[in-house]
């Protein structure tokens, strides 16, 4: 198995794109082109990143403002991991009162990057999300439209690999996940994972609501935003104490195949896992 810091090197190259800033509920709030740059040195033992965004120029004319920060890597921390594929999750490992704390989701294919970053404030509030859409210039391969509840309908089948803080063995399993209509305005969701003799079900419905499924019926109501570029963003209303809660991401690259980034934490507050799901439609 590749080691973290081999997984980590799947980003290198020049990736332009923009960082946009979205609304609780999923609107475009404001758009930022960005050009990030991540270079390997000294035989790959060493990365630097060079982030820039471009601001248009508050006088409305001449070249936009750019906003540059420069960072090198020789290794990486205990909040952050990487999957072979180079997708990754870094976050707070501590939930913790009345601080901040989030996650930044980050998944890599056909020479593309899709990453989104939620944030909550010392209340437990969504504060601030990012959809950051990058590209690989040289291959000019297009993004995916934005999701849509018809996307998601039919029946997936999927391999998970967990991943855990302390670099314990992975744990690789099947999962299933069902989704259809009940009616226009409800999303009926069934979950399946874990070992054949022993699954774990899961069963949930949503309210539709334009792009927000909302999940309602659980003891941490969570909500779904159906995003540009195939991505989607599942963020907790709110974050509470001594409530197990997680953090997810997805990002549908082909109309057959999506993935989804599970971020879990315990009744402690504590960063328990890391799970990334591939799945493919196998029927509609």
Known sequence: MASQWENFLKNLGEWHGSFTQLSPRGEVVKDTPSIISLEGLNDNKTVRLRLRRFSPNPSG??????????????????????????SFCQGNIQLAPYSECGAEFGFIYNY????FVQLYNTSGNLSNLTLIREKLPQ???????????????????????TMYPDWRNPDFYSTSLELHLDG????VQKITFG???????????ATIDGSVLN????????????????????????????????FEAGW??????????????????????????????VSY
């Open 61 to 86: 004319v001449g070249e936009p403002e750019v906003n540059e920060l420069v960072r090198e890597y020789q290794t990486l921390g205990r909040d952050i991991l990487f999957f072979e594929n180079g």
């Open 184 to 187: 226009g305005d409800r999303l």
């Open 139 to 161: 291959k000019n391969v297009p993004e995916r439209p934005p999701l849509t509840v018809n996307d998601l309908l039919g029946k997936w089948q999927g391999e998970a690999v």
């Open 112 to 115: 593309r990057r899709l990453r």
């Open 252 to 281: 549908l690259v082909e109309p057959d195949l999506r993935f989804r980034m599970i971020r879990s934490y315990s009744d402690k507050g504590e960063w328990v896992s890391l799970t990334l799901v591939t799945e493919r439609k």
């Open 195 to 205: 070992s054949d003799s022993a699954p774990k079900i899961i069963s949930s419905t």
């Open 215 to 246: 999940f309602n019926e659980s003891a941490t109501p969570v909500q779904v935003l159906l995003l540009p570029d195939g991505g989607s963003c599942t963020c907790p209303v709110k974050i509470e104490l001594r409530k197990p809660t997680f």
